[in-house]
């Protein structure tokens, strides 16, 4: 199959200064909510780590609370219901793996909590010491947003195995057993931004980022400031150095 590259996007996270847009990844989680949450789980993630896309204590409560959890069996044995609580995590689609796959014909709908960093692209020595500087840190957000609006009709003479849908982005094999999720109009937005596709694809695959890595500005802020204390302990010991090892004459 002819397996096409993800197109690099400027995401606002890229770079040694990069910051999450917090509209954005608020938009996203409204995308994963209304249409990806139907069959994938986000099984890391607790509803309490939301005030990291800018939401106030208050807000957190009540999106908890539009969630059923589990609660355990009552005397009856049936399952009792509870609405969620911050500290509770995303409810999964599914009861479990089986029942996953079986809903979709065979294949289970992966998680999504850790698919921005596991589809993300890795490269060895030497040139990951130079990706702080790329854009290939951001390869899995790439994916993600180049899976969802990369569906097409397959090639002429290209046979893809029923029940699957023709994606040339797809990791692992150019068709896959997920429909195109997405439809313009599908989500609506109340910031304005656009309704379409590529928007819905770029804000999910944001967000998405920020489940996977959502220290990721803590790391970024440290790392420059060590950055800049290892500059200025080198010029201190060149000059240590210098004066130590200086002729007397
Ligand atoms: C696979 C994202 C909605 C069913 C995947 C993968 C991603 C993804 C990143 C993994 C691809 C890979 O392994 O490289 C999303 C997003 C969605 C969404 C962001 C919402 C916008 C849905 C919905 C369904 C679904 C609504 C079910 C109707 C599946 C299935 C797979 C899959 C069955 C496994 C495909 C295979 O391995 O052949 N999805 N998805 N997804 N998704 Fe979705």
């Known amino acids: 199959y002819p397996l096409e590259h993800p197109e690099q996007m400027d995401w606002s996270f890229a770079g040694p200064l990069g910051t ?40 957190v409560k009540a999106f908890a609370a539009e969630y059923e959890i589990e609660a355990g069996p009552d005397n009856d044995g049936n399952m009792y219901m509870r609405p969620g609580i911050p500290s509770d995590y995303f409810p999964a689609p599914f009861e479990n793996a089986e029942q996953a796959a079986a ?83 599908i989500v609506s937005y109340d910031d304005g931004a656009p309704e379409t596709v590529d928007q819905y694809a770029r804000d999910v695959a944001a967000f998405l980022m920020w489940t996977a890595e959502p220290k990721l500005e803590d790391r970024k802020q440290t790392g420059l400031v060590v950055m800049v204390f290892l500059v200025i302990m080198a010029v201190l010991v060149f000059l240590t150095k210098k004066s130590v090892y200086a002729r007397k004459h």
């Open 103 to 185: 809903s979709n014909n065979g294949a289970a709908p992966p998680d999504l909590s850790l698919m921005a960093k596991a589809r993300g692209i890795t490269r060895g020595f030497p040139t990951f010491i130079f990706d702080i500087f790329t854009q290939y840190q951001e390869g899995g957000p790439d994916y993600i947003h180049a899976l969802l609006t990369g569906y097409e009709e397959p090639p002429e003479g290209v046979e893809i195995p029923a029940g699957t849908h023709y994606n040339p982005y797809f990791a692992n094999a150019a068709s896959l057993a997920m429909a195109p999720p997405l439809s313009e109009g």
């Open 20 to 59: 999450y847009d917090r509209g954005q990844l608020q938009r996203g989680l409204k995308v994963y909510k209304d249409v990806c949450s139907a069959c994938h789980s986000l099984d890391l993630v607790a509803f309490r780590t939301l005030s990291g896309l800018g939401y106030s204590e208050e807000q």
